[in-house]
């Protein structure tokens, strides 16, 4: 019990880590922001403590199913992280941010094709807005989207080289998928398989839909320019953190029903071994 609580207090400390690192990092943040934000992070440690340390499962997916949901913290804070940096390159340069902006940009170019999602991701911007800070965007744009797509090589090596979730033991759906119910009908491989190619497709349209949707919804509002150094980061990161969690989900989702599929068909050998032998 004493080691639930202890570790529910470490992710707790982590979550607090990530939310706050763009206003440590970036300077001349105002009061109103640092206590939105300090708010936000109370709230999410707060959640993510009763989460982990609690015996019965919420929301949080995956809880007891390593390395699942580190392998996202990581990305996320890697995201966060780098574009912070990159959003204070300009004010504060130096040899790491220029390197990481050189590094996003060159990235970003080379992926910044009609149609993309970056290039999409730009077009969201306003006409008249100032060229370097549509670079400074790009720039974002192609780390989060590097970050994203690694993240997903990762975890599809891991599944091919450890056997997640195999090499944790036993899977308990219940407490790693508290969303999904087992018994609200029909076959749980079906069910699972659908909404992991649900997962799957969602992720794939999202960094194409969210630009979209979000110009669509400023044409009646002021327009979305993000010159906010924080709004910029979390926007990005969001635009590209969720498609890659919604990846690994399906993904997941999906390796889950091949396993119970498969647990069933050695079931049904030993049913029928055990008939052969009587």
């Known amino acids: ?10 992710r707790a400390m982590l979550v607090i880590l990530v939310i706050a690192t763009p ?37 949080i997916e995956f809880r007891d199913a390593p390395p699942f949901n580190r392998i996202r913290y990581v990305s996320l804070l890697m995201t966060v992280l780098l574009l912070s940096i990159v959003a204070i390159s300009r004010a504060e ?13 060159s990235v970003a170019r080379s992926i910044d094709v009609p149609y ?16 370097q800070h549509v670079n400074m965007v790009r720039t974002a744009a192609g780390l989060s989207y590097m970050i994203s797509l690694m993240t997903l090589g990762y975890f599809v090596v891991i599944l091919r080289t450890i056997g997640w979730p ?6 308990n759906v219940w407490v790693n998928l508290p969303t999904f119910d087992p018994t609200a009908g029909g ?17 794939f349209v999202l960094p194409f839909v969210i630009p979209a ?5 400023s044409t009646g509002f002021a327009p979305v ?54």
Request: aromatic share 8%.
């Open 23 to 59: 206003s440590l990092m970036i300077p001349g943040v105002g009061a109103d922001t640092t206590q939105i934000v300090a708010l936000v992070a109370l709230f999410a440690a707060a959640l993510t403590f009763f989460e982990y340390a609690s015996t019965y499962p919420g929301l």
């Open 116 to 131: 993309s999602p970056v290039r999409l991701l730009v077009l969201m911007l306003p006409a008249d807005a100032d060229p």
């Open 93 to 105: 340069p130096t040899t790491l941010t220029r390197f990481i902006e050189v590094l996003g940009d």
């Open 225 to 278: 320019t993000l010159v906010s150094p924080q709004t910029m980061i979390w926007t990005v990161t969001a635009w590209a953190f969720l498609p890659a969690s919604l990846f690994m989900r399906g993904i997941a989702m999906g390796r889950i029903a091949t396993m119970i599929e498969q647990q069933r068909a050695l079931n049904n050998q030993a049913e029928q071994e055990g008939f052969a032998a009587a």
């Open 187 to 203: 076959d749980v491989v079906e069910r699972l398989r659908r909404d992991a190619w649900f997962n799957v497709a969602l992720g």
């Open 213 to 217: 949707l979000v110009k669509l919804v």
């Open 1 to 10: 019990m004493v080691s639930k609580v202890a570790g529910a207090l470490v």
């Open 166 to 171: 195999n090499s944790i033991g036993g899977f």
